[in-house]
């Protein structure tokens, strides 16, 4: 991969990658952390990637930084306590807020699978290379957490 290259994957795929993280993490500077984690790996190893491959490397190396990131424990949520204290009161039952809080339910692979399916568009076998999953895990682990999605929206939609 050129310099050029590496610009253009900078350019194209930096937002893509810090929304798919952030979603997961939900902690800004943890996000930017992990991104530019990535992004340095490919640039050092900028040799042995393929440019036509760039956005699936710079997803599997992002999701591989995020997992040993939340596995370290270093995440330190000073957001939720700026909050409470902020006094802004928000509506009740917000539609972003429900999905927000149906997505917390789901464990941190489906919640990554739902991500990179859904919301990011990758086939089953492209999130199998960037989870280290094989397809029929992707397959039935998105569907175990979009049945899980589903059933605690239907709850929510009786309760408003």
């Known amino acids: 991969m050129t ?16 929304r798919f993280i952030l979603k997961n993490l939900r902690h800004e500077e943890d996000a930017r952390d992990v991104v530019q984690t990535a ?4 640039w050092r190893n900028r040799e042995e990637v ?8 710079l997803f599997t190396v992002a999701y ?10 270093k995440r330190i949520s000073l957001k939720e306590e700026f909050r409470e ?11 972003r807020k429900i999905l927000e809080q149906a997505m917390e339910r ?7 699978l739902v991500m990179l399916k859904d919301y990011e568009g990758y086939s089953y076998e492209e999130i199998g290379r960037i989870t280290g999953l094989n397809e029929s895990q992707v397959k039935v682990y998105l569907h175990r957490a979009r049945v899980q999605l589903k059933e605690y929206l239907v709850k929510m939609e009786n309760v408003i």
């Open 50 to 57: 393929r440019y036509e491959k760039s956005k699936s490397y």
């Open 39 to 42: 992004f340095e790996k490919m």
């Open 85 to 95: 204290d902020a006094g802004i009161t928000q509506p009740k039952h917000s539609v």
């Open 3 to 18: 310099e050029k290259e590496y610009n253009e994957c900078v350019s194209c795929y930096a937002d893509n990658v810090y």
């Open 64 to 73: 591989n930084q995020m997992i040993d990131h939340i596995r370290k424990g």
């Open 106 to 112: 789901l464990n941190e692979t489906q919640r990554s």
